[in-house]
């Protein structure tokens, strides 16, 4: 039996990996294994390492995943869902000015509270264009293998690209529900199997339902806003993200299945 490698290398390489790097890197006091059982801890060091650092971690993923959903609602081909997005599709040239003022107006807000809080801002806006960087090359290297003008080892290392930068809008999200990574890198493990299989074995069927794509770029939208808020100190309950999760996708996925009207951007 062959090893699904993209699986593999998105699953441990990035979905294993990276939670477990931004906790460190963003506490670097709990050292690597610290970083990895933090959660489970009780110690009070441990407890107040983890409580200071939370800001900036949550702060620089939001960011990171506004960027992303505006992104997806200015520039990128879509189902029109709901009433407006085509006109904001129209445009998209404000959509650099609008993420700039969003990242402003954050690293403003952050700098009253803590200096590293608005560091944690601009990286996650650093992130964003690094990966948007990435899939705009694996864009260009789609369409080359489509044209039979890339090699084999290009067409791995290009499937490889496409599933650690997907992989990374996940592990992102994932901080929005717990800042535990043992229960992240079981979660995103057990979810990027689920996906691939489905996926392969239904991909026809997956198609029929044309604005799932839609509830899953607004689920980014309420994540990155939760984050935003709690990073600013708004407590908000920890039943809410995978409340809202769930009922935004239910919504698209039953107007996806009533069949409503809608025609994708040019």
């Avoid at 006109?87 to 590293?116: D, E, H, Q, R, T």
């Avoid at 935003?228 to 239910?250: E, K, N, R």
């Amino acid at each position: 039996m062959v090893p699904d490698w993209g699986l593999l290398f998105a699953v441990f390489a990035v979905r294993g990996l990276l939670p477990w790097l931004i906790v460190w890197i963003s506490t670097p006091a709990l050292g690597p294994i610290g970083a990895l059982t933090a959660t489970f801890s009780s110690n009070p060091l441990v407890i107040a390492a983890i409580d200071q650092s939370a800001p900036i971690l949550l702060l620089g993923g939001g960011t990171f995943l506004l960027f992303f959903f505006l992104h997806w609602l200015f520039l990128e081909e879509k189902h029109f869902g709901l009433r407006g997005e085509a006109y904001i599709a129209s445009k998209g040239v404000w959509f650099l000015a609008i993420v700039s003022i969003i990242l402003a107006a954050l690293v403003w807000f952050a700098l009253g509270m803590n200096p590293m809080m608005a560091f944690g801002a601009v990286v996650g806006s650093t992130a964003f264009f690094i990966v948007h960087g990435f899939r705009q090359n694996a864009q260009e290297a789609e369409r080359k293998m489509l044209h039979g003008t890339m090699s084999d080892i290009s067409k791995i290392f290009y499937l490889e690209v496409i599933d650690a930068t997907f992989s990374i809008d996940g592990v992102i999200g994932a901080f929005a529900f717990t800042m535990s990574v043992p229960l992240i890198l079981i979660g995103n493990g057990i979810g990027a199997f689920v996906v691939r299989e489905l996926t392969i074995r239904n991909v026809e069927h997956i198609r029929k339902y044309r604005f799932l794509k839609n509830g899953a770029m607004y689920s980014v939208l309420f994540l990155g806003t939760i984050m935003v808020l709690d990073s600013f100190g708004i407590h908000i309950p920890s039943w809410v993200s995978p409340a809202i999760t769930f009922g935004v996708v239910g919504f698209f996925l039953f107007k996806s299945a009533q069949g409503g009207n809608s025609a994708p951007t040019e």
